[in-house]
């Protein structure tokens, strides 16, 4: 009885203990629990981290940055520089947004070709203005320069796959209707020349030299015109707006690449003044652009990134034969186009009929899943066209191969026009 009770104490204090070693073990599991995560969440880079999405040779990587700068972002993915590379935004720009999309421009070799001049540059730049400010040539408004590829037997030669050839235009003195004013141009005559500076000759007008003198360099062409008087402004030039899409950038993605500069213009006008000195008439009578203005250059993003479709809506384009590289722009389209995936609906209808209604039913043109106008056209994918979601599909990835020649350029003119 005695070495029972004794035992029985002994295996008590036994369980005591590895019930005391237990829940402090199980305290510290919940420390733990409590406590790591806060620890990761510092040493991730979460905590003001920023998140920079990088495009390098065809290729993104995805960061998460705590530093200061672009530069600092692109040392943390393991990105290296060469000195010709180009970076945008800049290495040294600063991050303060919560995320960036950065795109790595790789240097290659080209040869610029400027009349006897020949050499080659590395850079990393992709218009002929671009690379020619890159290797330190001015150009003038009217000079044309011209990217081409190297042919294949001279690329061992020249060292380069790239060609830039530059034109120069020829430096004249244009004294227009008592104005003196430097000018350059591709012309070959002085005919040629008025031509190109869309200066338009009245019976009154004088020329010298003659119309079919040969232009060359640092020679003065004089107009000048009897009777009315004459006078001569400066007027700026407004610039134009360009948007290019870049798939570089998500949907809705909105920046100024090259912001626009309003240009110069030497404005001649010629007026009839009244008895009194005023002006009756006021005629526009020649316009030359002495600083061209600079386009302003907008990025538009059209990159998308998972569009939103069902599994039927993925079963209906693999029938149809559409690439499943083309599943996101082909369904970006049917969104926006019919938003149910509904094969009998019209255009402007609500909801999804259950059978084909006729159009005299005055419901609309647009018909299907791509709404086409009119919906009898996509008799020519099947006889079932009226209510099956494939033949639909099938006449729908035709019309998009036909008129843009794929599925994306169908898709990016759906995002600049809204229509198809």
Same mark, same amino acid.
């Given at each position: ?104 421009? /790789? !240097?290659? $070799? ?5 009349? @006897?001049?020949?050499?080659? %540059?590395? *850079?990393?730049?992709? +218009? ?39 034109? /120069? !235009?020829? $430096? ?5 209707? @008592?104005?003196?004013?430097? %000018?350059? *141009?591709?012309?070959? +005559? ?158 402007g209808e609500r909801g999804c009929p259950s059978d084909y209604v006729p159009a005299s039913a005055g419901l609309g043109p647009g018909y299907g899943l791509c709404q086409a ?48």
């Open positions: 009885m005695v070495t029972d009770v004794l035992t029985s104490g002994i295996l008590t204090k036994k369980i005591v203990r590895r019930a005391a070693i237990f829940f402090a073990c199980f305290t510290l599991v919940l420390a733990g629990f409590y406590i790591a995560p806060q620890a990761v969440h510092a040493s991730n880079g979460s905590v003001g981290g920023r998140l920079v999405t990088i495009y390098d040779r065809g290729e993104k990587k995805v960061v998460l940055s705590n530093g200061v700068t672009i530069g600092d972002a692109l040392k943390k993915a393991n990105i290296k520089l060469d000195a010709h590379d180009n970076v945008e935004p800049g290495v040294d720009t600063k991050m303060v947004a919560p995320s960036y999309y950065v795109n790595v421009y /790789r !240097a290659r $070799p080209v040869l610029v070709v400027d009349g @006897s001049t020949r050499v080659k %540059v590395m *850079t990393a730049f992709q +218009t002929p203005d671009q690379i020619a400010k890159d290797a330190g040539i001015s150009l003038y408004p009217e000079d044309i320069a011209t990217l081409s590829q190297i042919e294949d037997q001279d690329i061992v030669s020249d060292g380069a796959g790239l060609k830039l050839t530059i034109k /120069r !235009a020829i $430096p004249i003195t244009l004294d227009l209707y @008592s104005q003196a004013t430097p %000018v350059r *141009t591709q012309a070959a +005559t002085v005919g040629d020349m008025l031509r190109e500076k869309k200066i338009v000759l009245t019976t009154k007008d004088h020329v010298v030299p003659p119309l079919n003198t040969p232009i060359t360099a640092g020679m003065t062409v004089q107009i000048w015109r009897e009777g009315k008087q004459t006078i001569t402004t400066q007027e700026a030039v407004p610039f134009a707006s360009q948007t290019v899409q870049s798939g570089d950038y998500p949907l809705g993605y909105q920046a100024v690449q090259t912001p626009g500069q309003n240009g110069l213009a030497t404005v001649t006008y010629e007026i009839v003044l009244d008895s009194s000195g005023q002006i009756v008439s006021k005629t526009e009578i020649a316009r030359i652009v002495t600083v061209q203005p600079v386009t302003q250059v907008q990025v538009l993003g059209v990159k998308l990134s998972g569009t939103n479709f069902s599994a039927q809506s993925q079963a209906i384009m693999a029938a149809a034969g559409i690439a499943a590289s083309d599943y996101d722009y082909a369904a970006y389209i049917v969104n926006h186009e019919n938003g149910m995936w509904c094969p009998t609906r019209w255009q106008t009119p919906g009898s056209k996509m008799s020519s994918a099947g006889g079932d066209w009226e209510t099956n979601p494939i033949t639909q599909m099938i006449w729908c990835s035709g019309y998009a191969n036909s008129r843009y020649g794929s599925w994306q350029n169908a898709y990016l003119h759906w995002v600049s026009y809204h229509s198809w």
